[in-house]
């Protein structure tokens, strides 16, 4: 059974750039999220879903940044303009449920340099 | 501004030896998790723990969730090269994880 998919896997682009990061959640998996880590700041949740609806985007970081979920089989998060500080490695979850014994099955990330 | 302090940052141990990492709050969580992350790839779910008080044994590996649901711990027994990973802590409320910054765990064989 595949676990969580994301892509690209790793992405260089120069600044000013759009960069559009995909994910396809576990099927049957209501929740998912976006998060971001860091050296300097860890995993830090940006944006999640219920049911495809964004619940809570109070940790984008600003304008710039994007995330919609147009069926429940797919996610994007995009970036545009991209900056060299947001240089990061993205990762995307999902869960069967929500709340705080749901558990989330991470993806293998994108790793996103900014140049 | 992370709510979970995790310490040590970095641990090196030998094959074989005890370590205990630690995750504390100023805050009340409903309930902790701890996840492994290694190179490469996204964390992978260790343990959930929602009792104040709660141990959990997981063959070598033992949590605890602290009496007032502010801390935890997680004690490896005889480590192996195997359990070298990024270890984080998660705090839960709502529907939302909040993660310390994590403990870089190597054993060395």
């Known amino acids: 059974d595949a676990g969580v998919i994301q892509s690209p896997r790793h992405e260089v682009t120069e600044m000013g750039q759009e960069v559009t990061l995909r994910c396809k959640p576990i099927s049957g998996h209501d929740y998912l999220f976006w998060y971001r880590q860091t050296m300097m700041r860890g995993l830090e949740l940006l944006i999640y879903?219920?049911?495809?609806?964004?619940?809570?985007d109070s940790g984008m970081p600003e304008d710039r940044f994007s995330a919609k979920m147009p069926n429940a089989s797919f996610s994007t998060l995009k970036i545009q303009p991209s900056e060299p500080r947001d240089s990061a490695v993205y990762f995307c979850?999902?869960?069967?449920?929500?709340?705080?014994?749901?558990?989330?099955?991470f993806g293998p990330g994108t790793r996103l340099t900014v140049l | 501004t992370q709510l979970l302090e995790q310490s040590p940052q970095f641990l090196s141990i030998q094959e074989g030896e005890n370590l205990t990492v630690y995750c504390n709050s100023s805050?009340?969580?409903?309930?902790l998790q701890w996840y492994r992350q290694e190179p490469g790839e996204g964390p992978v779910l260790l343990v959930t723990v929602v009792t104040g008080g709660e141990v959990k044994k997981l063959k070598r590996l033992t949590f605890q969730f602290g009496d007032a649901r502010k801390d935890s711990s997680l004690h490896i027994t005889a480590a192996q090269p195997g359990d070298t990973g990024l270890y984080l802590c998660?705090?839960?409320?709502?529907?939302?994880?909040?993660f310390g910054a994590g403990t870089t765990v190597t054993v060395r064989a």
């Open positions: 879903f219920n049911n495809n609806v964004p619940i809570d």
């Open positions: 805050s009340v969580f409903s309930s």
């Open positions: 998660a705090g839960g409320g709502d529907y939302k994880l909040s």
């Open positions: 979850a999902s869960s069967l449920i929500g709340g705080p014994m749901g558990t989330q099955y």
